[in-house]
Antibody
Framework: EVQLVESGGGLIQPGGSLRLSCAAS????????MNWVRQAPGKGLEWVSY????????YYADSVKGRFTISRDNAKNSLYLQMNSLRAEDTAVYYCARVGATSWHFDLWGRGTLVTVSS | DIVMTQSPDSLAVSLGERATINCKSS????????????LAWYQQKSGQPPKLLIY???TRESGVPDRFSGSGSGTDFTLTISSLQAEDVAVYYC??????????FGQGTKLEIK
């Protein structure tokens, strides 16, 4: 089955760090560009970060630049998001999302992992 | 950044009736060399992740019912559900991918049954 499964979310204090993982299966992970997208409780979708197939191109939203780091391990079919200096406003469900093979839309999404930043 | 603005914020439509959601971008998302609009539509049901419905503004994703259609070009786009079914209750988002840094989404339109 083609799927993405996120993990690593939880409750963390402001200023803390957390590492999210996204495990890909059922498709050739290494040939797809990937993203993280988040959704605060009751809010809309916010793109967080993008990484190309070889990790040569990486982008971040201004809201997380300098605090979050995206990475991938193609040998392990995995995508990661290292989140440092977490703030209350980072509280959200974090989704990993695959970029389509022939376009730039997001054709496959995981179910998400909830990150709650609170003291 | 390209700002995406959807209208209305919420919509109530009777079963079997047509539902129309609009999306406007702050700048054109039509790539002239390919003549393609870099615009997608997603459906998000309660408690679920988003699901791709439409890309290139009007291309239906495999498996998406043909009651869903997308139209528009440049800066103005529309998602139409021709005959609303109960399972279509969801929040719908447009997204531009003309600029991939940042990708931007509309604020969402909540669709309910009247």
């Amino acid at each position: 089955e083609v799927q993405l499964v996120e993990s690593g979310g939880g409750l963390i204090q402001p200023g803390g760090s957390l590492r999210l993982s996204c495990a890909a299966s059922g498709f050739t992970f290494s040939i797809y560009n990937m993203n993280w997208v988040r959704q605060a409780p009751g809010k809309g979708l916010e793109w967080v970060s993008y990484i190309s197939t070889s990790s040569s191109t990486i982008y971040y939203a201004d809201s997380v630049k300098g605090r979050f780091t995206i990475s991938r391990d193609n040998a392990k079919n995995s995508l990661y998001l290292q989140m440092n200096s977490l703030r209350a406003e980072d509280t959200a469900v974090y989704y990993c999302a695959r970029v389509g093979a022939t376009s730039w839309h997001f054709d496959l999404w995981g179910r998400g992992t909830l990150v709650t930043v609170s003291s | 950044d390209i700002v995406m603005t959807q209208s209305p914020d919420s919509l109530a439509v009777s079963l079997g009736e047509r539902a129309t959601i609009n999306c406007k971008s702050s700048q054109s998302v039509l790539y002239s060399s390919s003549n393609k609009n870099y615009l997608a539509w997603y459906q998000q049901k309660s408690g679920q992740p988003p699901k791709l419905l439409i890309y290139w503004a009007s291309t239906r994703e495999s498996g998406v019912p043909d009651r869903f259609s997308g139209s528009g070009s440049g800066t103005d786009f529309t998602l139409t559900i021709s005959s609303l079914q109960a399972e279509d209750v969801a929040v719908y988002y447009c997204q531009q991918y003309y600029s991939t840094s940042p990708y931007t989404f509309g604020q969402g339109t909540k669709l309910e049954i009247k």
